[in-house]
Structures are given as structure tokens and as C-alpha cells.
């Protein structure tokens, strides 16, 4: 398995991409909390002939490492965790892809390396939040998801849908990406989306009602975004609608002008 190291910090990523010897344009999909980098299963298959596909587990997810260290998990080490990976691929720009914490990754990566970003495509997600006090609450709801981590071990996990086909090695990696990731420390991400000038796709699934007041305002301050509601479709709409969600994106990505 591929391993990046970054600073005795090992990442696990993989690239699949056409058979022919031409990569083709890099989509970097990142995935959401306390996921891995097999929910993108689906649309590796579905890309993969066309398209360079690099997926990863976030730090403390996966087949990564979980450093017992509190402060090697922030959004700025994972936005570092981006940009590595995308150097390593020679990747110049890449569309730049994920889902709810993968997705807030993917804009705050936009953020810190616009230059890096051919395109957005933000999938059940949100921009993070303006006020101190809806802040505070998220964090308070991410401290308190891995306080319960660290006392019930992997038992403390949901059974959606992208968190079952998950496989990690104990919790520890995941109660420390909810304290230094999932946590949020300023606005600076949704106070970025006017800044946001490549094409991009917000895409939600109609029955993810906690993120879709989310979807409209990014699709409102995101100057020309295309936004689309994948139907029966929850929180991980690419597992919930393969098909629907697969063409929404396969749309998107026809109408990206050539590099």
C-alpha cells in the first residue's frame, strides 16, 4: 500500500487512473469524518478511465497513522496533507473534491492554495460557521464525540452508511481528529467562499437536512456555482445514489473548459 510520509506521519493514498499512460486531469477526493478513502469506491470505478483518481485516509482514519501527539491534528496539517499529495502525483491543479468534513477540507484547501484549484466540487457539506457561538456549539458536539471515543473505543461509531464500510485499527486516531480537525478554530473558510472564482458543483442529498440551509448558501455566495439535490439521497448521497450522484458529477466535470 502507497504511504506518503509526511514528517513521520504516514498517509495512506492511492491513484488509479487510465490504462493508456495518460493521467488525464487529478481529482483529489477526500472523505468524511470518521470514513475512509472506500467510500469513494464508486466513483473511482466510474472516473478512473478518464481521469487521474487520488483518494487518502485523512490522519487517524484508515490505513494512515494515528499520532498520539493532540497537535499533529489540525485543518492546517491536513490542507498540508493535500498539497503533498498532489505534489507527489505532479498534479500543478487538480478538481479538488470531498464530502462534510472532506468537503470543508477541500474549501479550506482552496483557501491557503487557490492556485493549486482547477475546480470545487463540494458534496454534503458546509463552509463552517461566522458566529463565535454556532461555532462553539459544533465544537463542543466534536469534543464531546471523542470524549465518548476515547471511553467506548470504535463501539462509540455511527452506522451510517460511508462510516460501515470503514475499517480502522482502534479509535485513538479518530477522538484525535475530532479534538484538532472536525473541531473549528476561526471563519476563515466560509468567510473564503466570495473568493472562489473556479467552476463548482454543491451537491447534497434532498434527505440531508442538516446540510442542506448549508448547500444554498454556498451555492449563493460561491460567484456561478452549480447545485444539485441528488433525490432518496441522505448524508452520503454517492453510497445512497451511485448512479444520480455519478452523472451530476460526470456533468459537472464535461463542462470544465480544457486546461
Not at 92 to 115: D, R
Not at 144 to 169: F, I, M, P
Request: net charge neutral; glycine share 8%.
Amino acid at each position: 500500500m502507497a504511504k506518503l510520509d509526511r514528517n513521520g506521519v504516514s498517509i495512506h493514498y492511492e491513484v488509479h487512473g487510465p490504462n493508456n499512460g495518460k493521467a488525464g486531469p487529478t481529482i483529489l477526493l477526500s472523505h468524511g469524518y470518521s470514513s475512509t478513502c472506500r467510500m469513494w469506491d464508486g466513483q473511482i470505478a466510474a472516473l478512473k478511465d478518464r481521469y487521474q483518481v487520488v483518494v487518502w485516509d485523512f490522519r487517524g482514519h484508515g490505513e494512515s497513522d494515528y499520532p498520539a501527539d493532540p497537535a499533529l491534528y489540525s485543518e492546517a496539517l491536513t490542507v498540508g496533507d493535500m498539497l503533498a499529495l498532489l505534489d507527489l502525483v505532479r498534479a500543478q491543479k487538480a478538481i479538488v473534491a470531498g464530502l462534510s468534513l472532506g468537503g470543508y477540507m477541500s474549501l479550506a484547501f482552496h483557501a491557503s492554495h487557490p492556485e493549486r484549484v482547477r475546480a470545487l466540487m463540494l458534496f454534503d457539506t458546509g463552509p463552517g460557521f461566522k458566529k463565535d457561538e454556532a461555532r462553539l456549539k459544533w465544537n463542543e458536539t466534536a469534543q464531546k464525540r471523542a470524549a465518548d471515543l476515547d471511553a467506548r473505543g470504535l463501539a462509540a461509531l455511527n452506522t451510517s452508511d460511508e462510516v460501515k464500510l470503514t475499517r480502522h485499527r482502534d479509535a485513538t486516531g479518530l477522538a484525535g481528529a475530532a479534538r484538532g480537525m472536525l473541531a473549528q478554530q476561526n471563519d476563515r473558510v466560509i468567510r473564503s467562499l466570495e473568493t472562489v472564482t473556479v467552476p463548482t458543483l454543491v451537491l447534497v442529498g434532498a434527505n440531508d437536512t442538516n446540510f442542506l440551509a448549508a448547500t444554498d448558501y454556498m451555492a449563493a455566495k460561491i460567484k456561478g456555482a452549480t447545485k444539485a439535490v441528488v433525490p432518496d439521497a441522505g448524508h452520503a448521497a454517492n453510497l445512497h445514489q451511485p448512479a444520480l450522484f455519478n452523472r451530476a458529477v460526470e456533468a459537472f466535470l464535461a463542462k470544465l473548459p480544457a486546461v
